[in-house]
């Protein structure tokens, strides 16, 4: 079956922009996570939704950063006032509702912030 | 607090040969563990995973690992390595009985394989 998508696969925007990013989890799956990986830090969590229970925000590193999940499924990720440290691959999860089961990654977004 | 390290940037190893990628983790309680693999310019892709049961656990493409309680490691291994296992290799952890589904990744680490 289709896997996790994300739109756009890259992006290139001037600092000080709002940028949002796109992702469509497997067909099912409850749980939906984002990570950023960047060169300095490796791959971090960001945020993560499960079902309508309260999204973990507790790795958006700045209040420029919000995600939100409509319907239980597609989520928006967005970057206000882009600084140039946001420059990163962004990447998507998604996985079933067991805490052991697999999280699924899609191909990622690659922003550039100039 | 969860916590995963991959001591090796990159291991190189000669097509044929075994290849082990190192992997130690820590949590509080008990652990979740996952390998991955990336590929230049794709997401992450799930090779294997531990859960319970037996301590070796069998992957995609012909990768093992074996769950190490008392050392707290989780290496990544093949038995013949092949060019095409050339990519990033990432460890990742879950403390089962922390809130929250997150996965900590380590560093990881690069293989080449050379023909």
């Known amino acids: 079956g289709a896997g996790v998508s994300q739109s756009p696969s890259n992006k290139v925007t001037e600092k000080g922009k709002d940028v949002e990013l796109r992702c469509d989890p497997i067909?099912?799956?409850?749980?939906l996570y984002w990570y950023r990986q960047s060169l300095g830090q490796g791959l971090e969590f960001l945020i993560y939704?499960?079902?309508?229970?309260?999204?973990?925000k507790s790795g958006l590193p700045s209040d420029r950063f919000s995600a939100e999940r409509t319907g239980g499924s597609v989520s928006t990720l967005t970057i206000q006032r882009t600084q140039q440290e946001d420059s990163a691959v962004y990447l998507c999860?998604?996985?079933?509702?067991?805490?052991?089961?697999?999280?699924?990654f899609g191909p990622g977004t690659r922003l550039t912030v100039l | 607090a969860q916590s995963v390290a991959q001591p090796e940037d990159q291991v190189n190893v000669a097509e044929g040969n075994p290849l082990t990628v190192k992997c130690t983790y820590s949590?509080?309680?008990?652990?979740?563990l996952f390998w991955y693999v990336q590929y230049p310019n794709r997401g992450l892709q799930f090779l294997l995973k531990?859960?319970?049961?037996?301590?070796l656990v069998k992957g995609s493409y012909g990768f093992e690992a074996e769950f190490n309680k008392s050392q707290t490691s989780f290496h990544l291994k093949k038995p013949s390595a092949l060019v095409s296992d050339s990519a990033l290799y990432f460890c990742?952890?879950?403390?089962?009985?922390?809130?929250?589904?997150?996965?900590?990744f380590g560093g990881g680490t690069r293989v080449l394989v050379k023909p």
């Open positions: 999860a998604s996985s079933p509702v067991q805490r052991g089961d697999t999280q699924y």
């Open positions: 067909s099912g799956h409850t749980a």
């Open positions: 939704f499960q079902g309508n229970s309260a999204p973990d």
């Open positions: 949590v509080s309680g008990n652990p979740y």
């Open positions: 531990y859960i319970t049961g037996d301590n």
């Open positions: 990742a952890v879950r403390d089962i009985g922390a809130a929250g589904n997150k996965l900590t």
